[in-house]
């Protein structure tokens, strides 16, 4: 299975623990959201690394590191946007009525299961530019040269 079918299965996972909790009587809850936890868990784990590793491929080896450190504070900016939005979405969800905390978990589990789904169409679509493409590549020889020295 390919990183987008890990994907897919992060957000079915999300999409399942949706059902779960607006269908499943009270008791069963939790150990069936505990399984949608740990599926969701381990499809991210198996998307993460693999993204990561082909995001890093096309940094120049000299530049490795800084752009470890940017791929790093774009996921930590991402996370805490996402994980704000998603809190917001069940604390609002679960002010109004009795059963609406089961409502605002399967409204953020639908939400989050809708950025893998809209993740899909772009992986699909980066998939098909060559690995060189985009690449800014410098002068002949320019890589060879210390910083001030000049040619």
Same mark, same amino acid.
């Given at each position: 299975?390919?990183?987008?079918?890990y994907s897919?299965?992060f957000?079915?996972?999300l999409? /399942?623990?949706?059902?779960? #909790?607006? *269908? $499943?009587?009270? &008791?069963?809850?939790?150990?069936?959201?505990? &399984? !949608?936890? @740990?599926?969701?868990?381990?499809? +991210?784990?198996l *998307? !993460?690394?693999p993204n990561?590793a082909?995001?890093?491929?096309h940094?120049?080896?000299?530049?490795?590191?800084?752009?470890g450190g %940017? $791929?790093?504070? %774009?996921?930590? %900016?991402?996370a #805490? !946007?996402?994980?704000? =939005?998603?809190?917001g %979405?069940?604390l609002?969800g679960s002010a109004?009525?009795?059963? =609406?905390p089961?409502t +605002?978990?399967?409204? =953020?589990s !639908?939400?989050?299961a809708? $950025?893998? #789904?809209? &993740? $899909?169409? @772009?992986?699909?679509?980066?998939?098909?530019v060559?690995?060189?493409?985009?690449r @800014?590549? /410098?002068?002949a020889?320019?890589?060879?040269? *210390?910083?001030?020295?000049?040619?």
């Open positions: 299975m390919d990183r987008r079918g897919l299965a957000g079915l996972a999409l /399942g623990g949706a059902l779960a #909790a607006v *269908t $499943l009587p009270l &008791a069963a809850l939790p150990l069936v959201l505990a &399984a !949608v936890q @740990v599926a969701s868990g381990a499809a +991210a784990g *998307t !993460v690394s990561q082909r995001v890093l491929q940094a120049p080896a000299e530049a490795a590191g800084v752009a %940017i $791929l790093q504070m %774009i996921q930590r %900016i991402a #805490a !946007v996402c994980l704000s =939005a998603v809190s %979405i069940c609002r109004d009525a009795e059963g =609406a089961r +605002a978990f399967a409204l =953020a !639908v939400v989050c809708g $950025l893998p #789904a809209a &993740a $899909l169409p @772009v992986s699909a679509a980066l998939q098909r060559p690995s060189g493409a985009g @800014v590549r /410098g002068r020889g320019a890589a060879d040269r *210390t910083p001030g020295e000049e040619s």
